[in-house]
């Protein structure tokens, strides 16, 4: 694959605003404050995000009530949604997996969703890729606060490949998804229970 100069035949650039949406999330209401406790709706925070590939309920996780989520219910994700977070710790990526399906979104982060022409596991490592090479880091403006702003995201190239070799690529990964996925969740199990361990030794 060629990122720069001639493309190979039946290959071309679009921006990422042409191949999906980009939506932010949204700052809670004033007064409002996370809770421990769980509900029905997790609140993703940038600390939340790119530990692994699959974004995935944790007991590490905060929640918002019902009141909070009706006035930012709008500003929610979906199941393979690409997040990427924009201030604080900036650039972190990661998919969203379906344990928080219909979760919502701090106002650091954007979402990239309704994904077409290629997949959003393509467009989840050619942005992986993009973050590798420094190509994102050269988007953030600011000095006293960086920011990575939603046009500049908007903005960015994505190398688009013929349909055979996407459906190529997408049957590879169909393959590894489950097993990348039962890790991960197999992971966060494990940690989760030493944490409860070491809670009781110390108690």
Known sequence: ?????????????????SICTVKGGKRLPADTELLNSPTDHPYIRVRDVGASRYICLTDQFQYIDEETHQAISRYIVNTDDIIISVVGTIGLIGKIHS???????TENCVKL?????????????TLCMKKNNKEIDLLTVGAVQAKLPMYNIQSIDIVIPPKDSISSFQGRMDILNSQIEANTLEIQRLTELGNVLLAKLSG
């Open 99 to 105: 344990t928080l399906n219909k979760a919502n979104l």
């Open 1 to 17: 694959m060629y990122l720069s100069g001639d493309l190979p035949k039946g290959w071309r650039k679009q921006r990422l605003d």
């Open 113 to 125: 969703t309704d994904v077409v022409d290629i997949t959003p596991d393509y467009l989840y490592y």
